[in-house]
């Protein structure tokens, strides 16, 4: 065991003041506390007691997951760590994986405790699990176990009749007619096609495309853009499945010009299997490349978050962030964490008229979030000043915060932007904020 056997006087008391600020704590006589001070080494261990009996001091993630993987015809070592990392980061969810056996092992000996979590994220296409396996996975989600089948999951159990109905719709290993319609839009309209023969499962080369919201009231689509373009990635086509109790969130248009079916694919469904809820999104491709576009993409990211606390709970409390794209382009994460307004002075700081505004219309975002909040908008504008005040900063940078300042600027600004007006390059633009800022706040 590991006890500390010195700890400075400051220390000690430091510790004694938080413990006596706990409800937990307040029946601790002056006594007992007086005796921990003079027996010190045992404070760790009696503050390691308190928060291990008292769970409700500790911050839990609402949510257990388990990522599934192990094999695959696509990068599954890259993927899963990735899946992992977005999941974690909502502070919503603690991750496990379970990896199964490699290819001809034996998969007996795969067996996870499906029962204990609240979601299972299928990252796998490989061989088949053994039958205990098989049905206590059924068994979960008829019970009411949340799934995410994440990008080539559909691909596999081609034969598994009830995998099929859990994800809806699948591609490739064999399947057919047999497995089910094809399911796609065409001309705004559903189609079920159950007709037509050709192939299940097809991609054309990885390019960005435009992602259609069908259903922009469900709990997973709200508040995001009706349309916005994803970053290169894949473009599953051709697909077939059972398709029961399935609703398609969006899709993607599949150009005819990137071997495409000249048709609206399903990129996003969610489907019901008993009582569980399933997230299906064909989106996600990561290869062997240094860098992943189509999971960097906030827009997979952020429907992948949200897609599984839907799965999860049947709700979504994730808001959307400042940086999703729109139809004006792909935004991407190299890092996968939300762009902070650091982040985006910073670009704009930097920001050269041949350069995408995005951290612009990001700031912009920001201002409007907090315009009824004085002293949040006052921070945002003590930062905008250090950028205007940056010698380093490009001239195209400080144009857009004085076009922003105009409006929103107060008393705080105007020595910063008055000394702009030395700038031959700045004076326009520093002549029309001024002009423009009618009765500033008062600070």
Known sequence: MFIVRNISNLQTIQTLQTIRSCPLCKNYSTYKLRYIMKKSYFLLLLLAGIFFLFPACQNKAAYKALIVTGQSNHNWEGAYPILKELLVQTNLFTVDVAKTPAKGGDMSSFQPDFKKYNVVVMDYNGESWSEKTKAAFLAYVKNGGGVVIY???????????????????????????????????????????????????????QHEYVVKARNTEHPIMKGLPTSWIHGKDEL????????????????????????????????????????????????GHVGKEETHPATECVGFIVTFQRGTEWAASGKVTQAVPLDFPNIGGAVSRPDYKETTLADDLDKISKYTIDRSTRNYTDLQGRIRKVSANPAA????????????????????????????????????????????????DLKEAATFTLERMKGPRKN
């Open 377 to 424: 908008l006052l921070d945002i504008e003590k930062k905008m000043v250090k950028v205007l005040q940056d010698r380093d900063a490009t001239v195209e940078g400080k144009k857009l915060l004085l076009r922003e300042l105009a409006w929103m600027g107060s008393s705080y600004c105007v020595p910063a932007v008055q000394e702009l007006l030395k700038n031959a």
């Open 151 to 205: 990008h080539e999951a559909d691909n596999s159990f081609a034969d598994w009749k009830e995998y099929n109905e859990i994800i809806g719709l699948g591609g490739w290993n064999n399947r057919s007619a047999k497995n089910g319609p094809y399911v796609y839009y065409m001309k705004n309209k559903l189609v079920v096609d159950s007709i037509s023969t050709g192939p299940t499962g097809s991609h054309g080369p």
């Open 236 to 283: 599953y086509s051709t697909l077939r499945g059972p398709a029961k109790n399935m609703e398609i969130l969006a899709t993607a248009y599949a150009d005819t010009a990137f071997k495409g079916t000249g048709r609206d694919e399903p990129m996003l469904m969610t489907l019901r299997y008993g009582k569980g809820r399933i997230f299906h999104t064909v989106m």
